[in-house]
């Protein structure tokens, strides 16, 4: 089958078919993986060759990838706003989409000691992304699934940002402050008809983190209606939605009473957050 990196890499590469339209990276990312090496060594070191316990590491999670399982369930781990974030099965893979949620709170006028709630962590890449550039911002983090707060604390020891708080919380239930200058979320907002969640890498991440009544309304408008009570005067609402539903996120917010409401788009120029601000 193969005994070099070179010929692991291309018996890998076709093996994954209609599954990924990055063959190549993918079993790059997995080879790399599992000889515990970075990506320049496959190029120095075409030749060398894999031990038998590294080869049979490698097809098995090669055969895992085949089926679809998603890359960085594989591996274990994913990068975003350029920091690793260990990533599980409970809970949604962090996107480079919703790194335009955390370029746009950045830009926020907000005080150095700003209160930040960031709603349905997950793994708790926003959260952990804005300390980690803010450090004096007091940020808290709440997932309904202990799992996923169990990740979110791992990610925050890993990256040592010990200030942020994790609590378990199914969105605001467990929260007694009322005076957050800036409350993030990414919910889960995709219909749950929607037949992109029976494709790819979705099948393999969790329907709560994805799906949501009212064609995936059903939260981005809870969040929205409820925030109003746990915002300071003059605090922001930034929430992420699918790239077709930033109009009525719009209309909610202002018919909720939300001031400056606007959306910004992605890298890929989707629509895809919708910020207000609460009234002073
Ligand atoms: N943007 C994600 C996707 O398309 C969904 C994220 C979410 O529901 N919050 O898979």
Same mark, same amino acid.
């Given at each position: 089958?193969?005994? #070099? @990196?070179?010929e692991a890499l291309d018996w890998a590469s076709s093996q994954f078919g209609a599954v990924s339209d990055t063959a190549k990276l993918d079993a790059e990312?997995? @080879?790399l993986?599992?000889?515990?090496?970075?990506?320049n060594h496959l190029y120095t070191w075409p030749d060398e060759r894999l031990t038998v316990q590294q080869a049979s590491d490698f097809k098995q999670l090669v055969a895992q990838r085949a089926l679809g399982k998603p890359i960085a369930h594989i591996v274990g781990e994913r990068e975003f706003w350029s920091l690793?974030?260990?990533?599980?099965? #409970?809970t949604?893979?962090?996107?480079p989409d919703t790194e335009i949620l955390v370029e746009t709170a950045l830009n926020l006028p907000l005080a150095d000691n700003a209160k930040v709630l960031d709603l349905g962590t997950g793994t708790g890449a926003i959260a952990l992304s804005l300390a980690y550039e803010r450090p004096s911002w007091q940020v #808290?983090?709440?997932d309904k699934i202990a799992e996923a707060v169990a990740l979110a604390e791992t990610n925050r020891d890993n990256l040592k940002l010990p200030q942020v708080e994790v609590l378990q919380s199914d969105w605001f239930d467990a929260i007694e402050e009322y005076d957050f200058n800036l409350i993030v979320s990414n919910p889960p907002y995709i219909d749950e008809d929607d037949e992109h969640l029976s494709q790819g890498d979705v099948r393999f991440e969790p329907q709560s983190a994805l799906t949501a009544g009212m064609q995936g309304y059903a939260?981005?408008?809870h969040i929205?209606?409820?925030?109003?009570?746990?915002?300071?005067?003059?605090g922001y609402l930034l929430l992420e939605h699918g790239f077709e539903q930033a109009l009525s996120v719009r209309q909610k917010m202002i018919e909720l009473g939300y001031e400056a409401v606007a959306t910004v788009r992605d890298f890929g120029s989707n629509d895809r957050c919708t910020l207000g601000r609460w009234p002073r």
């Open positions: 089958m193969f005994n #070099t @990196l070179a990312v997995i @080879l993986h599992v000889i515990h090496k970075q990506r690793p974030f260990k990533v599980n099965p #409970t949604l893979i962090p996107r #808290t983090a709440v939260d981005l408008f929205a209606q409820a925030a109003r009570d746990y915002l300071a005067p003059g």
